[in-house]
């Protein structure tokens, strides 16, 4: 069974510009969520969605956002990129509505911001 | 919402020793509890979790005990290796809130060979 796959692994962009974050999850597994991970901040929750829809939300500003296909790869975009932005974007799969089960993680995507 | 607080931040055991990570969790509906370990440069990957109807759980060398009423859990590792080194997160994720997990700030743990 394949993992859970974020591209690209790496993304250099400069200030101002957008970003978009690509995440594949556990085949069969319906929920996606995204966490920023940054040495300061540890492991913040951005979103979650399932079934195409976003079911949390985590306290960041409007220029980020994601979304859900049917097939439940998932995208993160962030808009009007700032240098704080400069992270390791994670995406966890866990497998449905259900609560309580696992969460497993992609790579991630590491965003630099110059 | 809920909050975790994590310690220590830093832990530095000897081989063969063991380490004790401790959270405390604000959120008393919180009824998932997972262990994430992450080496440089890796995803984090879950080494144990625990249920809020379960007291402890043990699975070789790692085990993570819950007190609800203190509002707080701890990881247990023993007979430390150099291949334990690494930052170990501990979260909390509560029903009303999907799978959002709420992470604590993490600990550096090295083992010294």
């Known amino acids: 069974k394949a993992g859970v796959t974020q591209t690209p692994r790496y993304l250099i962009k400069t200030r101002g510009q957008q970003v978009t974050l690509s995440c594949s999850p556990i085949s069969g597994h319906r929920s996606v969520s995204w966490y920023q991970q940054t040495p300061g901040q540890g492991l913040q929750f951005l979103f979650e969605?399932?079934?195409?829809?976003?079911?949390n939300k985590g306290n960041f500003p409007g220029r980020f956002s994601g979304r859900q296909f049917s097939n439940s790869r998932s995208e993160m975009n962030v808009s009007t990129l700032e240098l704080g932005d400069s992270a390791l974007y994670l995406c966890?799969?866990?497998?449905?509505?259900?609560?309580?089960?696992?969460?497993?993680f992609g790579q991630g995507t590491r965003l630099t911001v110059v | 919402g809920e909050n975790v607080e994590q310690h220590p931040s830093t832990l530095s055991v000897q081989e063969g020793d063991s380490a004790v990570i401790k959270c405390t969790y604000s959120d008393s509906a919180s009824n998932y509890f997972p262990w994430y370990k992450q080496e440089l440069g890796k995803r984090p990957q879950l080494i144990i979790d625990?249920?809020?109807?379960?007291g402890e759980k043990k699975d070789q060398r790692i085990a993570v005990t819950l007190n609800k009423t203190a509002k707080h859990f701890s990881l247990h590792i023993t007979e430390t290796q150099p291949e334990d080194s690494a930052v170990y997160f501990c979260?909390?994720?509560?029903?009303?809130?999907?799978?959002?997990?709420?992470f604590g700030a993490g600990t550096i743990l090295r083992v010294k060979s």
């Open positions: 966890a799969s866990t497998a449905g509505g259900g609560l309580n089960t696992e969460a497993f």
């Open positions: 969605y399932f079934s195409e829809t976003q079911r």
């Open positions: 979260a909390a994720r509560t029903m009303e809130y999907g799978n959002k997990l709420v």
């Open positions: 625990i249920r809020s109807n379960v």
